[in-house]
Structure formats: structure tokens, C-alpha cells
């Protein structure tokens, strides 16, 4: 799919969606936003044929996998930006990414994507319905787009943050193989998040230099603005880290409790059944001439003993505090 949105120098905006019409628009200096997503062959050409991109950034476009980066070439300038990608998945906290392609140029911005990307759709709608914001320039369009794309991943950072919450709990009251393997996916989260934001951080870093020729003066304290965001995240995604890695050790920790507890009961009960076990197998000899073998009242001797045993090494155990 293409669209295009065309803003005159009459301030006039037109949506197109057939190439020539693109074309028109781009020789006549307007200020275009294309917008292109999940293309077929045809659509994927204009980057060559109507904006003559250079071959390997549309090579980077096609093939998916690329970091976030920017490379500048003589006439534009190629973004790749990661945002967050449509949850088909039913856990909130897990990390689906899709690469957005941005070319950047002098009267025009393209965005290509093979996925389909949530937040593009109402920041597409508000240049539509408000055109005059194409007034403040490409790179306030540039702005609009990136500022969504980051502030997407601060709910999944929060829902992160209750699962992890939970977890912890977890780890410490009842800690499980369940329960691990969930910090583990939530860690191997994590560790995702913050190999996408660094190199994100560094693209706004490159976009904020004085030598990063399409930001106006103007709109640099926007742009400064994403990049305090973006630098929220990094500290969340960090203390986040730092969180479950804790939490490991923590249901680890307690684990080796829980089996010391167990190893407790289970010791004390063999040391219990060691002198029953003795008397049993004293009274089990068979000897002719046994006092007690005779004795009317012989077996509740026997067992009164062992009770009496078991008393007095509960007591023992609870004097000394073993149990």
C-alpha cells in the first residue's frame, strides 16, 4: 500500500496514491509525505525510480534485521528506526519489534515498513485533518513520527514492571520452576529492549548535532525531548535488569531454603526412627531367654518406650531450636 500526502506552497494539501501523481508533486518542490507499507514489486520501485534512493539503502529496506542507524548519503538521509509491532501474542510483556524505514530529505519524508506499524495511522490522520503543521517543516514531521514511536514502549515498559513485581513476589512465597522460567523470558525481554534503545539513543544523538543539516533550531528542543525519553527507557530497561536479576537470586535463595527445610524435616525424622528402629530390633532378636519376650504386658513396654523416645528427643530438637 502508498499514500501520499501533498502540501503546496498555495497551502493546499492533497492525498495521492498513484505514482505519477507522486512524481508531480516531488518536481513541483512540495512538501510530500509518502507513506509506504507492506509493498509489492511496483511499490518498492519508486524508491528507485521516482526518488533515485541510493541502492543500498533500499537494499537495507528490503532486507529486514538491520539496527537502528542513520547513514547519510548525498541528498537525504536514511533512518532506521525499531517500533514496536502489533501483539498477537496474548502476554502484554512480550517484545514484538518491526523495522520503520525513513528517508529524509529536503521536501520530503518516506516511511517504509513491511509490517504494519499501530502508531503511523493517527499520526497520519493528524497531518491530514491539521496540514498546516507541514508549515513547521520535514523534520517536524520526522519529530511527530519518532516521538510515537518512542513513547510505544513506555506501557510495555510499565507492564514489564507489574510482571516483575508479581515475580519478585513470587520468587521470595513460592518459588517454582513456573516462576523461573518466567523471569527468564522477562530477563531475555529485557536484554531485547536494550540491545534496540542503545543504538536508538545514538540515532538521536547523531540527529541532535548542529552537523545534522535537516533539523531547524526551532524544532531541536523536540527532538531534545524524544531523547530525554528515550533515555528514561534506557534507565528503566536498566533498573528493570538490575530488578530481575535480583529476583534470581532471591528464588534461587529461597529454593535452597526450601530444600534446607525440607532436608530439616526429613533428618529429623530419620534421627527419630534410629533409636525406634533399635529397640525394634532388639525385642525382634530371637533369644530364648529374653525377660520381656514372656511378659504379659511386654508389647506396651515396647511401645510405650518408643513413645517415650520420641518425647524426649521432640523436646530436645524444640530446646534446641532445630525444630
Given at each position: 500500500?502508498?499514500?501520499?500526502?501533498?502540501?503546496?506552497?498555495?497551502?493546499?494539501?492533497?492525498?495521492?496514491?498513484?505514482?505519477?501523481?507522486?512524481?508531480?508533486?516531488?518536481?513541483?518542490?512540495?512538501?510530500?509525505?509518502?507513506?509506504?507499507?507492506?509493498?509489492?514489486?511496483?511499490?518498492?520501485?519508486?524508491?528507485?525510480?521516482?526518488?533515485?534512493?541510493?541502492?543500498?539503502?533500499?537494499?537495507?529496506?528490503?532486507n529486514?534485521?538491520?539496527?537502528?542507524?542513520?547513514?547519510?548519503?548525498?541528498?537525504?538521509?536514511?533512518?532506521?528506526?525499531?517500533?514496536?509491532?502489533?501483539?498477537?501474542?496474548?502476554?502484554v510483556?512480550?517484545?514484538?519489534?518491526?523495522?520503520?524505514?525513513?528517508f529524509?530529505?529536503?521536501?520530503?519524508?518516506?516511511?517504509?515498513?513491511?509490517?504494519?506499524i499501530?502508531?503511523?495511522?493517527?499520526?497520519?490522520?493528524?497531518?491530514?485533518?491539521?496540514?498546516?503543521?507541514?508549515?513547521?517543516?520535514?523534520?517536524?514531521?520526522?519529530?511527530?513520527?519518532?516521538?510515537?514511536?518512542?513513547?510505544?514502549?513506555?506501557?510495555?515498559?510499565?507492564?514489564?514492571?507489574?510482571?516483575?513485581?508479581?515475580?519478585e513476589?513470587?520468587?521470595?512465597?513460592?518459588?517454582?520452576?513456573?516462576?523461573?522460567?518466567?523471569?527468564?523470558?522477562?530477563?531475555?525481554?529485557?536484554?531485547?529492549?536494550r540491545?534496540?534503545?542503545?543504538?536508538?539513543?545514538?540515532?538521536?544523538?547523531?540527529?541532535?548535532?548542529?552537523?545534522?543539516?535537516?533539523?531547524?533550531?526551532?524544532?531541536?528542543?523536540?527532538?531534545?525531548?524524544?531523547?530525554?525519553?528515550?533515555?528514561?527507557?534506557?534507565?528503566?530497561?536498566?533498573?528493570?535488569?538490575?530488578?530481575?536479576?535480583?529476583?534470581?537470586?532471591?528464588?534461587?535463595?529461597?529454593?535452597?531454603?526450601?530444600?534446607?527445610?525440607?532436608?530439616?524435616v526429613?533428618?529429623?525424622?530419620?534421627?527419630?526412627?534410629?533409636?525406634?528402629?533399635?529397640?525394634?530390633?532388639?525385642?525382634?532378636?530371637?533369644?530364648?531367654?529374653?525377660?520381656?519376650?514372656?511378659?504379659?504386658?511386654?508389647?506396651?513396654?515396647?511401645?510405650?518406650?518408643?513413645?517415650?523416645?520420641?518425647?524426649?528427643?521432640?523436646?530436645?530438637?524444640?530446646?534446641?531450636?532445630?525444630?
Open positions: 500500500m502508498i499514500r501520499c500526502l501533498a502540501y503546496n506552497a498555495k497551502k493546499e494539501l492533497a492525498n495521492y496514491i498513484e505514482i505519477e501523481d507522486i512524481k508531480k508533486a516531488l518536481a513541483r518542490k512540495d512538501i510530500l509525505w509518502v507513506d509506504i507499507e507492506q509493498p509489492n514489486e511496483e511499490e518498492i520501485n519508486i524508491l528507485r525510480d521516482v526518488f533515485n534512493f541510493h541502492p543500498l539503502a533500499i537494499e537495507d529496506c528490503i529486514s534485521k538491520q539496527r537502528p542507524k542513520v547513514d547519510q548519503y548525498k541528498d537525504f538521509y536514511f533512518i532506521i528506526m525499531h517500533a514496536l509491532g502489533k501483539h498477537e501474542d496474548t502476554r510483556n512480550v517484545v514484538n519489534i518491526s523495522e520503520l524505514n525513513i529524509l530529505g529536503d521536501c520530503y519524508i518516506v516511511t517504509f515498513r513491511k509490517k504494519k499501530e502508531f503511523i495511522e493517527p499520526v497520519y490522520r493528524r497531518y491530514e485533518k491539521a496540514p498546516s503543521l507541514f508549515e513547521k517543516g520535514i523534520d517536524f514531521v520526522f519529530y511527530s513520527l519518532i516521538d510515537e514511536l518512542v513513547d510505544e514502549y513506555f506501557p510495555l515498559l510499565d507492564s514489564m514492571g507489574s510482571a516483575l513485581e508479581k515475580l513476589e513470587m520468587a521470595f512465597k513460592d518459588p517454582n520452576p513456573k516462576t523461573q522460567n518466567e523471569l527468564f523470558r522477562l530477563k531475555n525481554n529485557i536484554f531485547r529492549l540491545k534496540i534503545l542503545s543504538p536508538q539513543r545514538e540515532v538521536l544523538n547523531i540527529i541532535l548535532r548542529h552537523d545534522f543539516g535537516f533539523v531547524k533550531e526551532e524544532n531541536r528542543v523536540y527532538f531534545m525531548d524524544v531523547y530525554d525519553h528515550l533515555v528514561r527507557l534506557f534507565d528503566l530497561v536498566d533498573t528493570y535488569h538490575d530488578i530481575i536479576s535480583g529476583a534470581l537470586e532471591a528464588y534461587l535463595s529461597s529454593l535452597s531454603n526450601k530444600l534446607n527445610e525440607i532436608m530439616k526429613l533428618t529429623i525424622i530419620t534421627t527419630i526412627m534410629m533409636p525406634l528402629s533399635l529397640i525394634a530390633g532388639i525385642y525382634g532378636m530371637n533369644f530364648q531367654y529374653m525377660p520381656e519376650l514372656k511378659w504379659k504386658f511386654g508389647y506396651l513396654w515396647a511401645l510405650g518406650l518408643m513413645a517415650f523416645v520420641v518425647i524426649v528427643m521432640l523436646i530436645y530438637f524444640k530446646k534446641k531450636k532445630w525444630i
